[in-house]
């Protein structure tokens, strides 16, 4: 059984950074693909970072040049630094493998970040 749990939101002010970390447990990490996805309140998840097993990286522009995706195979954990919040930036933000362009395991509860003054 496949398990990602996802952590690090919170409530932070526009300008401000946090950092999310992603434990996966249940499968051989290193294989997949990984990526960040975000769902706002009534907008459809959308994949907003990946990286690919050998690492290289890739973004969605709303949030290329604040974002870094990274991942320790090692721990079994992926991350993202998010920098330069926005008040847009406020979701859900979920981890997920990517196999054929499409998220492939089941979800985890996502961790909530909220961009506020």
């Known amino acids: 059984q496949v398990q990602l749990v996802e952590s690090g939101g919170g409530l932070v002010q526009p300008g401000g950074s946090l950092r999310l970390s992603c434990a996966a447990s249940?499968?051989?990490?290193?294989?997949?693909?990984m990526g960040w996805y975000r769902q706002a309140p009534g907008k459809q998840r959308e994949l907003v970072a990946r990286?690919?097993?050998?690492?290289?990286?890739d973004y969605a522009d709303s949030v290329k040049g604040r974002f870094t995706i990274s991942r320790d195979n090692a721990k079994n954990t992926l991350y993202l630094q998010m920098n330069s919040l926005k008040l847009e930036d406020t979701a859900v933000y979920y981890c997920?493998?990517?196999?054929?362009?499409?998220?492939?395991?089941?979800w985890g509860q996502g961790t909530q970040v909220t961009v506020s003054s």
């Open positions: 990286i690919s097993s050998a690492g290289s990286t």
């Open positions: 997920n493998a990517i196999l054929g362009g499409r998220p492939y395991f089941s």
């Open positions: 249940g499968t051989i990490f290193s294989i997949y693909a």
